[in-house]
Antibody
């Protein structure tokens, strides 16, 4: 079955960077895009960006444009999200999600989430 | 960006009751509106896409309706496993955006 398995929890100091991985299995990796979505404590879901696993094209939310980079490694069917210049309000659970087979720009399924804590 | 406003913020109901959740868009999203269910400690799950299409494996008690700027998710008879937070999401325009969520809690 389709599965996205993310890397483990991270604790970072303000100003540092974090890189979260998302390993896909159960489908042809290059056939679908992957998005990254985060949820801060007590908050809702926030879309960060999307990458085409086919050609590496990316679209980012304006809010993250200067701090986030989403990449893929097709040889290992893995997507990555790097967030730089971390602040305390970047503390959140970060999810990767595959484009749905039904149509693009829908998230199905999701990874299990990775907690990133930013604290000095 | 398109802002999605969900109401109510919290819905207190008993198992077996009908739940009606609303999502309003700041501009037309045509029919490109989806709903997700999110339980604590779990990944969100796609329920409904393009207003009224149930995702694979989603029970028939979940249904969606609406168009343009006003959308509704209906759960016809709440099961114990349906108590969760529900988010709407539009895919009409980049950036993709979510509503703030509606918590369906046990009364």
């Amino acid at each position: 079955q389709v599965q996205l398995v993310q890397s483990g929890a991270e604790v970072k100091e303000p100003g540092a960077s974090v890189k979260v991985s998302c390993k896909a299995s159960g489908y042809t990796f290059i056939d679908f895009g992957i998005s990254w979505v985060r949820q801060a404590p007590g908050q809702g879901l926030e879309w960060m960006g999307w990458i085409s696993a086919y050609n590496g094209n990316t679209i980012y939310a304006q809010k993250f444009l200067d701090r986030v980079t989403i990449t893929t490694d097709t040889s290992t069917s893995t997507a990555y999200m790097e967030l730089r210049s971390l602040r305390s309000d970047d503390t959140a659970v970060y999810y990767c999600a595959k484009d749905s087979v039904a149509t693009s720009s829908l998230f199905d399924p999701w990874g299990q989430g990775t907690l990133v804590t930013v604290s000095s | 960006e398109i802002v999605l406003t969900q109401s109510p913020a919290t819905l207190s109901l008993s198992p077996g009751e009908r739940a009606t959740l609303s999502c309003r868009a700041s501009q037309s999203v045509s029919n490109y509106l989806a709903w997700y269910q999110h339980k604590p400690g779990q990944a969100p799950r796609l329920l409904i896409y393009d207003t009224s299409n149930r995702a694979t494996g989603i029970p028939a008690r979940f249904s969606g309706s609406g168009s343009g700027t006003d959308f509704t998710l209906t759960i016809s008879s709440l099961e114990p496993e349906d108590f969760a937070v529900y988010y709407c999401q539009q895919r009409s325009k980049w950036p993709l955006t979510f509503g703030g969520g509606t918590r369906v809690e046990i009364k």
